[in-house]
Nanobody, 129 residues
Framework: QVQLVESGGGLVHPGGSLKLSCAAS????????IGWFRQTLGKEREGVSC????????YYANFVKGRFTISMDNAKNTVYLQMNSLKSEDTAVYYC??????????????????????WGQGTQVTVSS
């Protein structure tokens, strides 16, 4: 059974940095795409970034390119989201999610929530002075 546990959220000043972690278990020998999503109250969940355990492919939403970096440590079964130059609008609950591959996913679907099968419980990130 796949389980995802996020950690690393907190309060940070604008311009600051934070590193989120997503500890995964239950993958076995299968490959997955692991994504980071975020959601604020009253808004739809939006995709931030994702990474493939198969080939390390990464993909980012335009609004985080150059500021956020996704990476993974296969030995620890953990995916990270390094967030730099944080803005107040980055305030949200951040979730990690996973979907098994194959079947291969179209690039256009990689940051869409319905693509993903498994979800963590989320971690709060607050950017405020």
């Amino acid at each position: 059974q796949v389980q995802l546990v996020e950690s690393g959220g907190g309060l940070v000043h604008p311009g600051g940095s934070l590193k989120l972690s997503c500890a995964a278990s239950g993958f076995g020998s299968d490959n997955y795409i692991i994504g980071w999503f975020r959601q604020t109250l009253g808004k739809e969940r939006e995709g931030v970034s994702c990474i493939s355990t198969y080939d390390g492919m990464t993909y980012y939403a335009n609004f985080v390119k150059g500021r956020f970096t996704i990476s993974m440590d296969n030995a620890k079964n953990t995916v990270y989201l390094q967030m730099n130059s944080l803005k107040s609008e980055d305030t949200a609950v951040y979730y990690c999610a996973a979907v098994r591959i194959p079947p291969w996913r179209a690039t256009s679907t990689l940051l869409l929530p319905p693509t993903y099968q498994h979800w963590g419980q989320g971690t709060q990130v607050t950017v405020s002075s």
